[in-house]
């Protein structure tokens, strides 16, 4: 009992949980499809599950499936069932909390979990989240888990999803974020463990003055194929995107997108899409999309695909490293990834979380 219970501790630090009230403003923990553990510690932030939610709140009903298809996919059609359960986090307005939600999903036991969580940043507030899911390592199943964004006029939120899954379980996340004028949504995906597949297409919808800012850092491993992407509809003038990936492939197949459409004038995005293939048996496709649906916006894209330069790695072994320790330095660097606007408590967790997975590769 006692060695499952460190295993499970072990897997939960591996994704930034912490469960200090010191380090963290509120905690929520789901096993399968029961909540095990919900606590809000201080700074007015509302964490509590979603069956909860809807119980305590008439108008969660509301948000459901607002920005998410539930007829979008077989994925979703699964989704929209009675045993569904998730997290529901809320910044009311004017509040600011820089210490983060923590939020985990844990897949033991059952062979399909599904979520549906709901996240809001009332007007004028600012809400910060590292969310972490993970499974038993003898685990084998399919998580579903469907998130929608609310980020309200003049409200920033910053997601952080790390996700270090086993290489049973297939995962295909289906979210939608709306950004209300002048709000500001910063969404970073991690991923550096196996899995078999992860699919999914996040997208958000951008109105006056908002901005957007997809990062990803994606390694996929011998026999895992991650099928990622973001999506961002510039709706309104003022509306900005930046979508930024890094992918390497250490023998797994790595399909990496991106689109931006601008539908007003007066909006300007950017992709970025960097790939590392360090493997022969590694694949990596890249699909930037710009779609102009006005004359006057701004809209560009940068993708490159390759491997570690010889002279780089000549050049670091003169300067006294072996090549092992060239190669390591160069993909180091080349993961980094700068999200502008991300509160330091948050950078500092990401970069910790990087630099614990990638010691691993």
Request: charged share 25%; net charge negative.
């Amino acid at each position: 009992m006692s060695e499952g219970y460190d295993l499970e501790k072990d897997k939960l630090r591996e994704i930034g949980i912490e469960f200090d009230p010191l380090k963290r403003s509120g905690t929520f923990l789901q096993r399968d499809q029961e909540v095990s553990t919900v606590a809000t510690f201080y700074g007015g932030v509302e964490v509590m599950s979603i069956r909860d939610a809807m119980k305590k709140y008439d108008w969660v009903q509301d948000y459901f499936w607002k920005l998410v298809n539930r007829e979008q996919d077989e994925f979703t059609k699964e989704a929209d069932a009675e045993d569904v359960n998730g997290y529901f986090i809320r910044a009311p307005p004017n509040v600011k909390v820089e210490i983060p939600v923590e939020a985990c999903l844990y897949l033991h036991r059952v062979k399909k979990q599904k979520v549906h969580n709901i996240i809001i940043a009332e007007e004028n507030s600012e809400l910060n989240i590292i969310t972490g899911c993970t499974s038993h390592p003898a685990a084998i199943g399919l998580h579903i888990g469907i998130s929608e964004f609310f980020v309200k006029k003049n409200a920033k939120l910053t997601f952080t999803m790390i996700h270090s899954w086993h290489n049973k379980i297939e995962v295909r996340p289906r979210s939608g974020a709306l950004i209300e004028e002048n709000g500001t949504f910063i969404s970073n995906y991690i991923l550096m463990n196996p899995v078999k597949i992860v699919q999914m297409y996040p997208t958000a919808y951008v109105n006056r003055n908002a901005r957007v800012i997809f990062s990803n850092v994606i390694v996929a491993l011998d026999g895992s194929t991650v099928d990622s992407g973001s999506r961002a509809f510039l709706r309104e003038e003022g509306a900005i995107a930046e979508i930024i990936s890094r992918t390497i492939s250490k023998g797994g197949k790595v399909i990496t997108r991106g689109q931006i459409i601008g539908e007003s004038g007066g909006v300007k995005g950017h992709l970025e899409c960097k790939g590392l293939i360090l493997s022969e048996n590694g694949e990596i496709i890249a699909i930037p999309e710009l779609i102009a649906k006005r004359p006057n916006l701004e809209l560009s894209h940068e993708a490159a695909i390759g491997k570690i330069a010889e002279e780089e790695i000549f050049y670091l072994m003169s300067r006294g490293m072996s090549r092992d320790e060239a190669v390591s330095a160069i993909v180091r660097g080349f993961m980094e990834v700068e999200v502008k606007g991300l509160p330091e408590i948050l950078k500092i967790a990401i970069d910790k979380a990087i630099e614990e997975m990638r010691d691993a590769l």
